[in-house]
């Protein structure tokens, strides 16, 4: 699905993991289920508590209850966590069934310690980076993580316009880390897909676009497609 062009380095592939907020949360393990049969790589969980960002969404019990009908070998449980202090959160999202857990580098006061604490629990881990945050804040815990995800809207509201602004950032972390999943979120669709793709992010989270299209393998193949024929040409950049 995807290369690189220097040998020994660790081949990056497209994925597309849709957010599962945006589907139909009364019928949410059958959505899953379409959506992991059109094509999907990952689910996108996205958590909030009300707190780090304003809305509430849902906890561990509902992962559990998703993990019940999909097995770990069928699909892999991306973890967004806008929440405050996750750490509270690593046991029980590891207990429930989750695979990666992604918490934002503004909700920690001890990045370090939430990072072991998700590894040691057998979680992959991941950093979350809000619009406003520079992407040098977490340039020094590249080395101890799975993925550094780059928002492009403002996490916790829905509907937002994508933000190219955000794409120096995608930028800066391939320069320096060529085998480095990284990870976009908020507003990616057919339209904006190139410009993630452009600036090095491979690892795509996409709601509205996939979820509510007519046609979600088309849509996912298509966002997959933009980046896997980029991959080639980060090594440039």
């Known amino acids: ?7 020994g380095v660790r081949a990056l592939h497209a994925q597309i993991g849709p957010s599962i907020l945006n589907a139909d949360l009364a019928a949410l393990a059958s959505e ?15 958590v909030m508590d009300g707190h780090f960002v304003p809305p509430i969404t849902f906890g561990h019990f509902m992962v559990q209850s998703l993990r019940k009908t999909i097995p770990k070998s069928r699909c892999w449980f991306d973890m967004h966590m806008m929440v405050e202090n996750p ?11 989750a695979d990666q857990f992604v918490f934002h580098v503004e909700a920690t006061s001890n990045v370090e310690q939430t990072i072991r ?3 040691e629990a057998g979680m992959k881990v991941g950093i979350a980076v809000k619009p406003n945050t520079p992407v040098e804040v977490v340039v020094p815990y ?4 799975d993925l550094i995800l780059i928002m492009t809207v403002e996490p916790g509201a829905g509907g937002q316009k994508f933000m190219n602004a955000m794409m120096p ?5 391939r320069r320096q880390f060529k085998e480095l999943d990284i990870e976009v979120d908020g507003g990616v669709s057919l339209d904006t897909i190139h410009h993630c793709a452009e600036a ?11 979820v509510k299209s007519e046609n979600p393998r088309n849509a ?6 933009a980046v896997t024929k980029r991959i080639p040409s980060w090594t440039s950049l």
Do not use: W
């Open 220 to 225: 996912m193949d298509s966002m997959r497609d």
């Open 142 to 145: 590249v080395e101890h993580v």
């Open 1 to 7: 699905m995807a290369s690189t062009t220097k040998p």
């Open 32 to 46: 899953c289920d379409r959506l992991i049969g059109d094509g999907a790589d990952y689910l996108h969980l996205d």
């Open 169 to 173: 950032k995608v930028q800066t972390l």
């Open 200 to 210: 090095g992010a491979n690892l795509i989270v996409s709601g509205t676009a996939v």
């Open 87 to 97: 750490d509270r959160f690593v046991k029980d999202m590891a207990d429930a069934g």
């Open 117 to 119: 604490k998700v590894r």
